[in-house]
């Protein structure tokens, strides 16, 4: 066993990362005293890693959601408890996609029938060992590295006191780190395409790639073998731009979008869409009341101080449940947090977070599983090994 | 010589008294023609089988009591007999305390922020129906029938968070017009207080720990219940509506009460 040092829980001593809070976990942890482990039935460490990915849909129990259902009691500190006991029906299907409605079709594309376009990363996503390089403090809570100039912890998401260089700076240092992902390379040899696009299948195996030679490449439902069968992708979804100075992607007004698997501090226009497991989510902002011309303001609750909404996107123009933000950041998990998603196996137990600093609101990822995708509002530079998401599939970027 | 009722206690009193001789309250002089008639009542204002409104809270004007002796009050925020210029919530020219066949009613007046009854009695909520638990405005929007994936022109389908049939959401609309939460409820009923509730509205001094609850039934009808709660439940009315003795009505921030003699 070993005992998580942030929350105190037991693991089993093959877990990287705990399962109650998702926190890494230390190799060297003091092992619970008296615990039996049944270290004997232990599989493969490579096997210990894959437990800590998301449950595979078939594999959840119907009870088990009711158990994590029953367990959901938000308590928003200092706000009002939304839902303090939502009722569940005993019996659900969580994770089901449409129906195929092509399924009969001779040709024409199909609706997968894989639950997710964010397929476990775990043995792909090597944890990208951040650049030695910064400076380094120490988390007062975990005691986890952290770099200097960030506001919270990335390894248990607590709020660091303010580093002399200020919050604005911590941007400015993530920022730098893509500028320095995209520096050019010497040119490759003249025939080779300058980069690829890496098919990620859901149980994280590599499925084929797609050239990306210079210039541009428009990717697309019909545009190659990867795409043929995504339903998800419009006909024209995306364009990758590729040049010595590094490679640009753009959407070009697909339905779905393109998604970019977030790896710092992201801020949030009011608007963003944004993908956490399975769950389509936009950011508005909450803009103080506007008196109306004849000078009547719209009545309404008092804002006990709300500064932004997260809505669950159920439809096209269909919103579902919808969150409000307050205080100084709100923790999106699904065990543990402010605004909780306890049947979608593909959150994290804590997952993100979106926090309030210096007027800008801030999407971080808090080490989940899966990653945190947003949606791209403009054309963007990514640097190599960065994941895409377009329609239900995820590739992984590797250009020179 | 024909005497008068004194007004203060009823006894007789000759013509040419100025004081009544039982109780000694003072008599106006027996003028001829109907003036007598008016010092037949106490509280001067009060007409019978007439209202008036007692402003329970509002902004600075509390226990203020308007009498509605004419046919038409209009109250607004710079319209009419029953001014509240300091409520921003009001629209200038906001209701109209009308009679009908001699019964009170209130008429929107096609303000911004309408009128809002207390219920006394579980009350069947049309669909957008605006209501009121203490300081929470909220409203009830029944789900959608689920039409099932829908390509779009292309043939591509819409990437949306798994589905999860609800029944219906519940709203909370905050000062300004923007929406603050929304509850959507799997259940058929949604019950709402401080605590213990399906949604609990923990910093509201004004609602109670098990205050209201939705109930939509097989129809998709949705109903409003007051569970007794200390400071009641109050709907946005859509039409004229009818007003009795003790009856609670909302102004913008204005808590009028019904008192009929």
């Not at chain 1, 580093?163 to 893509?178: D, E, F, I, R």
């Not at chain 1, 989510?281 to 101080?305: A, C, K, Y």
Request: with cysteine; aromatic share 6%.
């Amino acid at each position: 066993m070993i005992t998580c040092k942030s929350c105190g829980k037991e693991n089993q001593d093959h877990y990287k990362f705990c399962l109650g809070c998702g926190g890494k976990l230390e190799a060297g942890s003091v092992p619970a005293a008296g615990a039996p482990g049944p270290a004997a039935t232990g599989p493969s460490a490579m096997e210990g890693a894959r437990t800590m990915l998301p449950p595979a849909p078939a594999a959840t129990a119907a009870g088990e959601l009711q158990a994590e259902a029953n367990r959901l009691a938000p308590k928003p500190k200092g706000g009002i408890p939304w839902g303090d006991s939502p009722k569940m029906p005993p019996v659900m299907a969580p994770f089901q996609l449409p129906p195929n409605p092509l399924a009969t079709g001779n040709r024409g594309p199909r609706v997968p029938t894989s639950p997710t376009g964010t397929p476990a990363l775990e043995a792909v996503l090597a944890p990208s060992a951040p650049a030695p390089g910064p400076p380094v403090t120490t988390c007062p809570t975990c005691g986890k590295p952290v770099q200097v100039g960030f506001a919270f912890c990335g390894s248990c998401g607590t709020r660091i006191g303010k580093a002399p260089s200020g919050a604005a700076a911590a941007l400015g240092v993530q920022k730098t780190m893509y500028g320095s992902g995209a520096a050019p390379t010497p040119a490759p040899a003249v025939a080779a395409p300058r980069g690829r696009l890496v098919l990620i299948r859901p149980d994280g195996t590599e499925g084929g790639t797609h050239p990306l030679h210079d210039g541009e490449t428009l990717i697309g439902r019909g545009q190659g073998a990867l795409f043929e069968a995504d339903a998800y992708l419009s006909p024209r979804h995306a364009e990758f731009t590729a040049t010595a100075s590094g490679l640009t992607v753009r959407d070009l007004r697909s339905l779905n979008g393109v998604f970019l698997k977030i790896s710092g501090d992201e801020a949030l226009e009011s608007g963003d869409i944004f993908r956490l497991g399975q769950e389509l989510l936009r950011f508005e902002v909450i803009s103080p009341p506007q008196p109306l011309e004849d000078g009547t303001e719209i009545m309404g609750t008092p804002n006990p101080g709300f500064w932004g909404r997260l809505s669950v996107i159920v439809g096209r123009d269909v919103d579902g449940s919808a969150f409000p933000l307050f205080g100084d950041a709100i923790v999106l998990g699904r065990e543990r947090g402010d605004i909780l998603f306890p049947e979608d196996g593909y959150v994290s137990g804590t997952h993100a977070r979106i926090s309030l600093l210096e007027g800008q609101v801030i999407l971080s990822d808090l080490g989940s599983s899966n990653g945190t995708f947003l949606r791209l509002r403009h054309e963007r530079t990514i640097p190599n090994g960065s994941f895409i998401l377009m329609g239900q599939q995820l590739f992984r970027v590797e250009f020179r | 010589m024909p005497g008068r009722p004194c007004p203060h206690c009823g006894t007789e009193v000759p013509a040419d008294n100025r004081f009544c001789g039982n109780c000694g309250g003072k008599v106006e002089p027996a003028a001829a023609g109907p003036p007598a008639a008016k010092t037949m009542f106490f509280g001067a204002n009060q007409v019978p089988g007439r209202a008036k409104l007692t402003v329970i809270k509002g902004e600075g004007t509390d226990g203020v009591t308007y009498q509605l002796n004419g046919t038409d009050h209009v109250a607004g925020r710079t319209e009419g007999a029953i001014l509240f210029p300091d409520d921003p919530l009001l629209s200038p020219r906001h209701a109209n305390f009308t009679y009908k066949n001699a019964k009170l009613h209130v008429i929107d007046e096609g303000s911004v922020n309408g009128v809002f009854i207390r219920i006394k009695a579980p009350m069947l909520l049309s669909s957008g129906a605006l209501f009121l638990i203490g300081e929470q405005l909220l409203e009830i929007e029944p789900s959608p029938p689920d039409l099932g994936p829908q390509p779009d022109a292309e043939g591509t389908f819409f990437y949306a968070s798994p589905k999860r049939p609800s029944k219906m959401k519940l709203i909370q609309r905050l000062r300004g017009g923007e929406i603050g939460m929304i509850y959507r409820s799997r259940a058929e009923t949604i019950s709402i207080g401080r605590e213990g509730n399906d949604v609990n509205f923990l910093d509201d001094p004004f609602i109670s720990g098990r205050h209201a609850q939705i109930t939509m039934n097989g129809d998709g009808q949705v109903t409003l219940t007051d569970l007794g709660s200390k400071n009641g439940t109050f709907v946005r009315i859509t039409e004229e509506a009818p007003l009795n003795h003790g009856d609670y009505v909302f102004l913008g921030q204005q808590l009028l009460r019904v008192e009929i003699t």
